[in-house]
DNA sequence: ATCTTTTCTGCGGGATCCCGCAAGGTCCCG
DNA sequence: CGGGACCTTGCGGGATCCCGCAGAAAAGAT
């Protein structure tokens, strides 16, 4: 049994490789990765089934990474192991677990032995392992309070990426005006709608610039989310037939 | 000769810890905080000279805490110890920096001997240490090319807010044309100016969101220098006559 | 099958944004 | 002092955004 870890902090490699080899005495090689470029092809080459590895890595983020190995082995084992809990982190994983797969969602924060544990539960027993703080945003993001629809998410993105109601339209093929009703719903949610009527004079915002804020500012969205965002609309823009 | 480490990562803060004790046999005392707030406690408690901290951490962060910091001692030595070289962590280090201070700034990915000698540098030298790819983004940053005046850069942390442009006008004393030009001005530069006429019809963008969308991206702005806006923007709303 | 709830859609209008145009200002240089 | 570079301000107008209103369509529920 081999384990591959990308992680592109030195430091942090050396702690989990020490780690994995006093918590899984069965296995007999690590091998190590410092960013997702290189982890994606050394998962290929050495058919490794046991990965650890960070998200947010400089060159190659770590969700991409794990979205294009599951993509080739949907059986592999991932255990990801992160500084934050930001919601966009969570929900990026969640959104590209294969349907039965195991893997784990575990904080750098934790202890010794917490990392230790997660790590037999995940390469030997099959089990899957959220950290509790993880699962609580989970749990936070996908429950009727304070949740957020899929179509409300999605159009969050577009916005943060600075198209236009006619342009998130024609992407998503929906009319303007669902947009913009779909718009409305996300600012009343994020506590950025102004109840008309109502000269709150100063202090007004740009309802449209303040959501991404708010988003940001709570997480909702991040710098590697933006990212994949970015390049799945460049990608699409490219599939358009520009006129 | 006391210093004292503020970083929140329990790796990072031994692996420094050791790295001082090494590096400086002169030092007879190191001292740890987890977080920006207790860092400022404890160099306000213990008198040392000589910092080494971490930007971005969760609790309070690195710059904030840098600033309260100079503002009580100007003379204190500070070396940021970074994962990136973000625009808006230099920029927003460079901004707080006292007069005539000593300090450096060096990223987490240097050599154990950069970071050693540096530290002599900064503490025992009273000499300025500045990691080259710093010194070069701060060189871009302030060059004329692709350079981003005060201005700019301001304005375009008002959008970033949310702020509309009559708010934006009113904060920064200027009419509502003026904010337009700069923003016009910061369109520009970001390169997401449209000609006008020129019906490129579809993958049209939101100008004022594609810019906070591209300076995202370019790391001209992150969580942190949002948080901060955000934190100036609520203390001048609530010195502002609410009407 | 009927009723309810939710979502999608068009219309209309007020507010905001984006920006060309042009008339002052300020500051510096020769 | 005149000219040039730059910033600021007002005006005007077209494009976009935000959203109430109400009918149509879709998805569930009884």
Redesign the pocket.
């Known amino acids: 049994m081999k384990v591959l870890i990308i992680e592109d902090d030195p430091l942090h490699r050396s702690y989990l490789s020490e780690a994995i080899r006093a918590a899984l005495p069965e296995c007999d090689g690590v091998l190590e990765a410092e960013n997702g470029g290189a982890g994606e092809r050394l998962a290929r080459d050495c058919k490794s089934a046991h990965i650890v590895m960070d998200l947010q890595m400089s060159v190659r983020n770590g969700i991409e990474a794990a979205r294009t190995i599951w993509k080739e082995r949907p059986e592999t084992r991932i255990l990801f192991w992160s500084n934050y809990s930001d919601e966009a982190y969570v929900r990026g994983v969640s959104r590209i677990v294969p349907v039965g797969a195991v893997y784990g969602y575990v904080l750098k924060s934790a202890s010794d032995d917490r990392l230790k544990l997660a790590l037999r539960s995940i390469f030997i027993e099959s089990q899957c392992v959220i950290d509790r703080e993880v699962r609580g945003m989970q749990q936070r993001s996908l429950g009727t309070i304070n949740g957020f629809t899929e179509?409300e998410y999605e159009i969050l993105v577009d916005i943060a990426l600075g198209l236009?109601?006619?342009a998130i339209a024609h992407r998503r093929n929906?009319?303007?005006?669902?947009v913009?009703?779909?718009?409305?719903q996300l600012?009343i949610k994020l506590g950025v709608?102004?109840p008309?009527g109502g000269q709150s004079d100063e202090g007004?915002f740009?309802?449209?610039a303040r959501a991404i804020a708010v988003a940001l500012l709570r997480k909702l969205l991040n710098h590697s989310a933006l990212e994949r965002a970015e390049a799945d609309l460049s990608a699409w823009l490219a599939r358009q037939p520009h006129n």
Chains 1, 2 share one sequence.
Do not use: F, G, P
């Open positions: 179509a236009t109601d006619r929906l009319s303007v005006r669902s913009q009703n779909r718009l409305q600012y709608y102004q008309l007004r740009n309802l449209r």
